[in-house]
């Protein structure tokens, strides 16, 4: 894809020939339409799109907290491709052709604000995940306003249940409700903190699985 500035391609729209024009994001742009192929369905090809295929299903339910997760990194793209980017590059796991996300390495927000310090989760009470942590708005850049960010991922049902405006972080602790319908269900949880103005944000942290009761 290239951008054009001036000349007399400017602004281009369509298909002329094999030339394809439009504009993205405010950029003009032109590509090739690409010749056939012969075997769309190589090994590398088959794999590439294994590994995308099992980032999307885990990101399209965290839409909405990965657009306050990753929304510096939404520059010319959006924060679901930047979230994207991160897990293909650094959190994808497996065997060609079987490939996952691997939670512990995955980010729902990434950010320089002082993360969450001891993190953890307690599901004894049916229907409900209790986050916990320390209060460490003396370390760094951390603010005792703060606002907790947390997520139960639920694979089986391919959705997710979220708080983005939760508790303060001197407050140390966030309940989450969950559905009736996730009783039994194993979910994956994560948190992070966003500043009170929603313009810094932590990297989220992993704090593991467990089953609802």
Do not use: C
């Amino acid at each position: 894809m290239g951008k054009i500035s001036q000349g007399i391609l400017g602004g281009l729209s369509g298909k002329v020939g094999s030339i394809i024009g439009g504009n993205w994001k405010g950029i003009d742009y032109i590509r090739i339409k690409p010749s056939s192929v012969a075997n769309p369905r190589t090994p590398g090809q088959v794999n590439q799109r294994n590994k995308f295929s099992a980032t999307i299903e885990f990101l399209q339910p965290n839409k909405d907290f990965l657009n306050v997760g990753f929304k510096a990194f939404a520059i010319k793209k959006t924060s679901f491709n930047a979230a994207m980017s991160y897990i293909l590059g650094n959190a994808i796991t497996g065997t060609a052709p079987n490939f996952n996300v691997d939670y512990s390495l995955a980010l729902l927000s990434k950010g320089n604000l002082t993360a969450p310090l001891n993190g953890s989760v307690d599901l004894s009470t049916a229907n409900q995940v209790t986050f916990d942590w320390d209060d460490n708005s003396s370390d760094g850049n951390a603010s005792t306003t703060d606002k907790s960010m947390v997520l139960a991922y639920n694979q089986s049902k391919k959705e997710s249940i979220y708080i983005l405006d939760g508790a303060q972080r001197s407050v140390t602790s966030q309940v989450l409700i969950l559905p009736t319908s996730y009783t039994g269900d194993t979910i994956q949880l994560f948190m992070a903190f966003v500043s009170e103005d929603g313009k810094k944000v932590s990297n989220s942290v992993y704090l593991g699985s467990g089953a609802v009761a």
